[in-house]
């Protein structure tokens, strides 16, 4: 269960996550991937065992995207009566449907998407929203309104915090401006972000890691205290199907915060 100690609060929201979260990308989609290894999709009975066994852990981090196929309509079913129980992570500007991924950050392709997710995750708040960068992260922030469109969500209270899950170190330094959270790569084989952690902390923004194993290139127990060793990560965001791998996961991360504190 959680320990109230291992918890980090995001800014003014209220909102506080474990320093572990689960990503739902396998339990939506298997195709276009960057792991080594195929995966079938798990039925929906499977999906609803893993997602309250992760909850009934004290893992209460959720994080989902339209670009994870079925994840978010999933989450919802499995365990939308369980809302109140943990923090939702959500995208806009990648889809995945009919087997291919496209991006739009056009305002009303930006709207539909929270629009569809509010619908599919059974929920009238989402708690965290990212922008889910093509990679031209510049583009995006500066040219497109997608900035504006989630804050003015999250002004009426639709969206509790906002911020960039991007491919660039320019493209996250550019987010500190507005943003309540970013979500970066950081892991043993790529610490190109380093700075814009510290610069993060600095600011007061919160940041969760993506890929901190490398797509499952490298192993759990080290990536993990790599990873939650740097102070200025908030949450490391690890996903998979197999519960009793999760559970080692938050094990390891639940030592590493304790021998920290």
Not at 45 to 63: K, M, Q
Not at 75 to 92: A, D, M
Not at 231 to 236: A, D, E, K, N
Request: a neutral charge.
């Amino acid at each position: 269960m959680n320990d109230g100690n291992t918890m980090r609060t995001i800014g003014k929201t209220g909102l506080a996550v474990p320093p572990l979260g689960f990503g739902a990308f396998k339990i939506g989609r298997n195709q276009g991937t960057k792991y080594l290894q195929a995966y079938d999709l798990p039925d929906e009975a499977a999906v609803g065992r893993l997602l309250n066994s992760i909850l009934d852990l004290g893992c209460t981090l959720i994080d989902t995207a339209p670009a994870y196929g079925l994840s978010e309509a999933r989450i919802g079913q499995s365990i939308g009566h369980r809302r109140s129980e943990f923090v939702l992570s959500t995208k806009v500007g990648e889809t995945f449907e009919n087997g291919r991924s496209t991006f739009d950050f056009s305002p009303a392709g930006v709207r539909r998407s929270l629009e569809r997710s509010f619908r599919n995750l059974r929920t009238e708040v989402l708690d965290i929203v990212f922008i889910h960068s093509s990679g031209d992260d510049r583009r995006i922030i500066e040219q497109s309104e997608t900035v504006s469109i989630l804050q003015e969500y999250r002004s009426r209270g639709a969206i509790r915090a906002i911020g960039l899950s991007g491919k660039t170190v320019e493209g996250a330094i550019l987010a500190l401006d507005w943003a309540d959270l970013l979500m970066i790569e950081y892991h043993l084989l790529d610490t190109s972000h380093k700075e814009v952690i510290t610069r993060a902390a600095e600011a007061g923004i919160r940041v969760f890691v993506k890929k901190g194993m490398s797509s499952g290139k490298l192993p759990p127990d080290e990536s993990i205290r790599f990873v939650l060793g740097n102070r200025g990560v908030t949450s490391l965001v690890v996903g998979g199907l197999n519960f009793d791998h999760f559970r080692e996961n938050w094990r390891i991360a639940m030592l590493c915060q304790k021998n920290e504190a």
